[in-house]
Each structure stands twice: as structure tokens, then as C-alpha cells.
T-cell receptor, first 114, second 111 residues
Framework: AQSVTQLDSHVSVSEGTPVLLRCNYS??????LFWYVQHPNKGLQLLLK??????LVKGINGFEAEFKKSETSFHLTKPSAHMSDAAEYFC????????????FGSGTRLQVQP | DTAVSQTPKYLVTQMGNDKSIKCEQN?????MYWYKQDSKKFLKIMFS???????INETVPNRFSPKSPDKAHLNLHINSLELGDSAVYFC??????????FGPGTRLTVT
């Protein structure tokens, strides 16, 4: 069984300040972890992925995430928020059990204030 | 070149009707999926096909039936639509467990 918990349903930051979106996971197998972003009325876009290689993963648009097995966390960060970062962010877990199903967190809405 | 496409983008229909949503991918992937996103933005897997074979069938009413005529297509047919079926339905495809590519979504509204 696998699950993810996104600890904040809503995060508000000022433009130019750091972003931290928190995610904890649970998995019976070695997990693969992802962050997806969904802009309003749009589909989902992959931001970054962890697949048991380097624990610090860099993604698109300046985002990165660090896999911490001891804390079962995969938090998403960005040094400086941009207005265009305002969107819904999903932490996602999967395990290579053959089912290939993604398990989504409940999402964090990021608001960026001017 | 759209990687994963869905039609229609919007679908408004009345209760009791039967409707279909089509999905096509041009990425050469062997696995396709249907996800449902509810009004609270929660996304959940519904079905998955690998090389035209059903490999995931989550707890979904029998009114929902996926059909995969070939590896590049996975359609979703819904019978006797209900108000609770209103949601955004996303199609996705992958060649491995590590990355899935999503379509733009189909917003279904049942009145």
C-alpha cells in the first residue's frame, strides 16, 4: 500500500520569497516520487521525479525536491517565487509493482502575492 | 504535436444519457490510464491498459467501461450518467512506471 500526505492545502507567499510545499509519503516498496503542477483549467505537468538515484532532484522552472527516507518526506522548494508559479501542486507516489498506478496527494494550492 | 489528446474538452449532458470520451497518444507508449478529478481537486486512478489489456480496474461503477481499440487509444464510455459523475477526467500514458504524461482533461457536467 502507498499514500502521500500533503501537509498544507493552501500556501501563500510573496513574489520573490522562497516556496516550501510539504509532502510525506508511505510505501511498502521502494517508492518513486513525483511532483506535478496543474495551472487553472489545465492538465497536469511533471515538475520533477525521484527514482532512487540522487536524493536531491532538480526540476523545471527552478523547483527542486529532496528525498529524505528517514523522514519519509519529499518536500518541494523554490528559492524565489514568481507570479506564474501560482497553481495547484500534487505530490505523487508509485511503486514498481507492475500496476503502474500513481497515488496522488490531495494537492496544495500555491498563491503568489505581488 | 499534442502528445496526449482528449475529446471533447467539455461535455455537458443530462442524467441518464450515455456518453464517451476519447483519448489518443502519439508517444508510442504501451500503457494508458484514466483518472478522475473531483470538485476538491482529488485525483484517483480509474483504469489502466497495457498493450490493450486491462491491468488496473479500481472500484468504479459498472456504468464506466474503458475500451482500447489499439495501443494508442483508450476511450471511456459512461452509461446512465448520474450527477455524481460530474468531474474532470484525465487520460494519461506512460512507457514505464516512472513518468506519466497527461492529457488536457475533459470536464464532464451532468445536469
Amino acid at each position: 500500500a502507498q499514500s502521500v500526505t500533503q501537509l498544507d492545502s493552501h500556501v501563500s507567499v510573496s513574489e520573490g520569497t522562497p516556496v516550501l510545499l510539504r509532502c510525506n509519503y508511505s510505501s511498502s516498496y521502494s517508492p518513486s516520487l513525483f511532483w506535478y503542477v496543474q495551472h487553472p483549467n489545465k492538465g497536469l505537468q511533471l515538475l520533477l521525479k525521484y527514482t532512487s538515484a540522487a536524493t536531491l532532484v532538480k526540476g523545471i522552472n527552478g523547483f527542486e525536491a529532496e528525498f529524505k527516507k528517514s523522514e519519509t518526506s519529499f518536500h518541494l522548494t523554490k528559492p524565489s517565487a514568481h507570479m506564474s508559479d501560482a497553481a495547484e501542486y500534487f505530490c505523487v507516489v508509485t511503486a514498481d509493482t507492475g500496476r503502474r498506478a500513481l497515488t496522488f496527494g490531495s494537492g496544495t494550492r500555491l498563491q503568489v502575492q505581488p | 504535436d499534442t502528445a496526449v489528446s482528449q475529446t471533447p474538452k467539455y461535455l455537458v449532458t443530462q442524467m441518464g444519457n450515455d456518453k464517451s470520451i476519447k483519448c489518443e497518444q502519439n508517444l508510442g507508449h504501451d500503457t494508458m490510464y484514466w483518472y478522475k478529478q473531483d470538485s476538491k481537486k482529488f485525483l484517483k486512478i480509474m483504469f489502466s491498459y497495457n498493450n490493450k489489456e486491462l491491468i488496473i480496474n479500481e472500484t468504479v461503477p459498472n456504468r464506466f467501461s474503458p475500451k482500447s481499440p489499439d495501443k494508442a487509444h483508450l476511450n471511456l464510455h459512461i452509461n446512465s450518467l448520474e450527477l455524481g459523475d460530474s468531474a474532470v477526467y484525465f487520460c494519461a500514458s506512460s512507457s514505464s512506471v516512472y513518468e506519466q504524461y497527461f492529457g488536457p482533461g475533459t470536464r464532464l457536467t451532468v445536469t
